[in-house]
């Protein structure tokens, strides 16, 4: 059963830094295209980032060249470092996986995604 941990969200001022991290277990990590998704209150959940078997990463416009997300297949791990967080960034933010013949494919949609995260807290204030 493949399962998804995030950590690292918590309480940043605005202009702060974060890193979320996202530990998968119970199969081959390098197998799976990789996605970070965000659902503030009262919004439908969001794009973030996404990052495919190669490493092809694909960024939502409102976090490009602030969020970084990455990968370590080694640990099983994948990682989005946000920085110059802004209010908006205030979201429970999912980490999510589906397998991938691909080394190219990366989806920017939820449903595209098998597996899911339970997620994680950010809250950015001023």
């Known amino acids: 059963q493949v399962q998804l941990v995030e950590s690292g969200g918590g309480l940043v001022q605005a202009g702060g830094s974060l890193r979320l991290s996202c530990a998968v277990s119970?199969?081959?990590?390098?197998?799976?295209?990789m996605g970070w998704f965000r659902q503030a209150p009262g919004k439908e959940r969001e794009f973030v980032a996404t990052?495919?078997?190669?490493?092809?990463?694909t960024y939502a416009d409102s976090v490009k060249g602030r969020f970084t997300i990455s990968r370590d297949n080694a640990k099983n791990t994948v990682f989005l470092q946000m920085n110059s967080l802004k209010l908006e960034d205030t979201a429970v933010y999912y980490c999510?996986?589906?397998?991938?013949?691909?080394?190219?494919?990366?989806?920017?949609?939820?449903?595209?995604?098998?597996?899911w995260g339970q997620g994680t807290q950010v809250t950015v204030s001023s």
């Open positions: 999510a996986g589906d397998y991938s013949r691909s080394y190219y494919y990366a989806p920017r949609t939820g449903p595209a995604y098998d597996y």
């Open positions: 119970g199969s081959t990590f390098s197998d799976y295209v």
């Open positions: 990052i495919s078997r190669s490493s092809i990463t």
